[in-house]
């Protein structure tokens, strides 16, 4: 897949009216999620992303490792993305489907692995909720 594909594919499966605002989207994920995550685990997920869309995980984030929960992760991604946090999390959460379809079963259970899911934890469980509902394309069937 290419830049324009993924680009493409997560606007239509956020129903989002530009190109601009898409890419908003997915910036506030990565760059956010390349935040959060150590930077061999940011390099080994985005190594099968579109370049472009590559950057976003890894060059765009000067301090890889950072500890912040799910909430955080979702303010951040919110204040990027100019959208309230709820509107945040459920584009972060299609992105990341996107992102696993994308990816090496092993790259993406690494990113799994970096994220405690355990309501005890952080909480990262509700960032993974349409890749275990069977993702966007099999939850669209079923509405």
């Known amino acids: 897949m290419n830049f324009d594909e993924f680009i493409g594919q997560v606007q239509h499966r956020l129903e989002l009216p530009g190109s601009g605002d898409t890419v908003r989207a997915i910036r506030a994920t990565l760059v956010t999620l ?21 950057w976003y995980v890894t060059g765009a984030v000067h301090d890889h490792g950072q500890r ?51 309501q005890d934890d952080e909480n990262w469980g509700k960032l993974f909720e349409v890749v275990d509902a069977g993702g966007w394309q099999e939850s669209e069937a079923n509405e």
């Open 34 to 54: 390349g935040q959060r995550i150590p930077a061999g685990a940011a390099e080994d997920l985005a190594g099968s992303l579109p370049m472009e869309i590559r």
């Open 68 to 118: 912040f929960d799910w909430h955080e992760f979702v303010s951040r991604v919110s204040e990027i993305e100019r959208v309230d946090p709820s509107t945040a999390a459920y584009h972060a959460r299609v992105v990341i489907d996107l992102v696993h379809s994308q990816v090496p079963a092993s790259d993406f259970q690494q990113l799994r692995d970096q994220l405690p899911e355990s």
